[in-house]
């Protein structure tokens, strides 16, 4: 069993960044794919990016090309998410997930984290 805890969400103006950070608990996550996923009030869930078990490969979604930047710290049991360039349509709840596949699906994730909100301003 893996518990996601995410943070580092908030309120912040267009243009701006924010760094999102994802701790795995309970065991370590260095044989797992992590992803970023959110979802908007309204709107279906989709994918940010993705990440390889050992960092060397990344993915990203077209809105979230040339401005976020996925990294993981295994040592640390931690993944990040940094947005740059932050945008009113950015605004979401961002999830942190795990699994096995290097996959852009929400049903290929196996587990998740709770979530944290992202609201950017115009």
């Known amino acids: 069993q893996v518990q996601l805890v995410e943070s580092g969400g908030g309120l912040v103006q267009a243009g701006g960044s924010l760094r999102l950070s994802c701790a795995a608990v309970?065991?370590?996550?260095?044989?797992?794919?992590m992803g970023w996923f959110r979802q908007a009030p309204g709107k279906v869930g989709e994918f940010v990016a993705a990440i390889t078990g050992t960092g060397d490969s990344t993915r990203y979604a077209d809105a979230a090309k040339e401005r976020f930047i996925m990294s993981r710290d295994n040592a640390k049991n931690m993944v990040y998410l940094q947005m740059n360039s932050l945008k009113p349509e950015d605004t979401a709840v961002y999830y942190c997930a795990a699994g096995w596949v290097y996959s852009v699906y929400w049903s290929d994730q196996r587990y998740w984290g709770q979530g944290t909100q992202v609201t950017v301003s115009s």
């Open positions: 309970g065991r370590t996550i260095s044989s797992y794919v």
